[in-house]
């Protein structure tokens, strides 16, 4: 009899031992569930500076309960329930799960807009470029004519130059006929202007690799030949009518043609300016990021070659050029803006 009921003391004192060490640790257990399903469900970005050393700090607390609980015998349930704890904290913080659409979807959530707004810097250099060689094609056109030739050649823009009328130059700006004759042979034509404008980009971004020095000069040649081209136009009365019809694709294309050239920029910045790392970490480091960047641009330029290639002849009209063209302007820039500068603001103001 006695021995019946030092078993059931010895059990009970078992039990009290499990809900003590439970109701002494579980709201720390439970924080940590908190911690990975928001980790779970927007990534490690999703905690705040604090809460992701609170994260470490749970978890290596959680393995120090599983570790007593162990070794004082305590019931299975509160073993087995810390085991997957600790698991679940351990996949979270050392691996990366395998879910390649839910990284497509956060590399443009979060991912994309991030990088391009964190080399800000690059990116405000191959603007800065782009328009600086714009402004000099504007201003050699007007001071010689004879510079138009020797840059872009004797059939200078496909037919389009100072020697036609206002009249020819209008009508190649607003295409005869109808919808179906404007736009016959759209895609060999886009197909053909998203080769064309890719190349551009991924060179710009390759050519990074030379310290950025071939970059520039791609983007400063780029924006010459627009400064040229709108110059053209520009003198017969037709500025306007010029800037809608490459508004349509242009803002699209030209904002990607930056990113390829920042990524480059960026990477240039790695071989020439590698800070306290050495030059083969800082050029690993900048050339991820850049990378993901290119990526970014080259998509951009498949759509502006879907656009250039159907929507620029299919809509003839100087407005709807000019809201579709800055349209897409204002939703790339709030894409970028939202995503990434608001992202970027939340972690400077944590501590």
């Known amino acids: 009899m006695s021995e019946n009921r030092q078993g059931q003391y010895g059990g009970f004192g078992a039990d009290l031992k499990s809900v003590q060490f439970r109701q002494e640790r579980e709201p720390l257990w439970r924080e940590l569930e908190r911690l990975m399903a928001v980790v779970e469900q927007r990534g490690p970005d999703g905690l705040s500076f604090d809460e992701s050393l609170a994260f470490a700090t749970l978890y290596r607390r959680t393995l120090s309960s599983?570790?007593?609980?162990?070794?004082?015998?305590?019931?299975?349930?509160v073993q087995s329930y810390l085991e997957a704890l600790s698991a679940r904290a351990y996949s979270l913080m050392y691996t990366r799960?395998?879910?390649p659409g839910l990284a497509m979807i956060?590399?443009?959530?979060?991912?994309?807009p991030v990088a391009v707004c964190a080399m800000w810097p690059s990116l405000l250099v191959a603007v800065?470029?782009?328009?600086?060689?714009?402004?000099?094609?504007?201003?050699l056109y007007h001071e010689d004519l004879g510079w138009l030739t020797a840059i872009?050649?004797?059939?200078?823009?496909g037919g389009r130059g100072p020697e036609n009328t206002v009249a020819e130059l209008r009508?190649?700006?607003?295409?005869p006929g109808g919808v179906a004759q404007r736009t016959q042979g759209w895609a060999a034509f886009s197909i053909s202007l998203m080769i064309n404008n890719v190349g551009v980009a991924l060179l710009a971004f390759a050519l990074g690799v030379a310290g950025a020095v071939p970059t520039l000069g791609l983007l400063f040649y780029n924006g010459l030949v627009i400064g040229l081209f709108y110059s053209v136009f520009h003198d017969k009365g037709l500025g306007l009518d010029i800037i809608a019809w490459l508004s349509i694709h242009g803002v699209t294309e030209i904002s990607a043609i930056f990113l390829g050239g920042a990524a480059g920029i960026h990477v240039g910045r790695g071989v020439l300016f590698p800070g306290r790392k050495s030059r083969s970490a800082r050029l690993?480091?900048?050339?991820?990021?850049?990378?993901?960047v290119a990526m970014g641009a080259v998509l951009m330029l498949i759509l502006a070659g879907l656009i250039e290639g159907y929507f620029r002849q299919a809509v003839d009209v100087l407005s709807w050029r000019l809201f579709i063209g800055w349209g897409l302007g204002a939703l790339i820039f709030a894409y970028f803006g939202t995503g990434g500068w608001w992202q970027a603001l939340r972690r400077n103001r944590e501590p």
């Open 66 to 77: 599983l570790s007593v609980a162990r070794e004082i015998s305590l019931d299975s349930g």
């Open 97 to 99: 799960p395998n879910r």
């Open 106 to 112: 956060d590399f443009f959530v979060r991912g994309l």
């Open 128 to 139: 800065a470029t782009f328009a600086l060689g714009a402004i000099f094609g504007f201003v």
């Open 152 to 157: 872009m050649g004797t059939d200078s823009f």
């Open 171 to 175: 009508e190649t700006i607003y295409d």
């Open 284 to 292: 690993r480091e900048n050339g991820r990021r850049a990378g993901e």
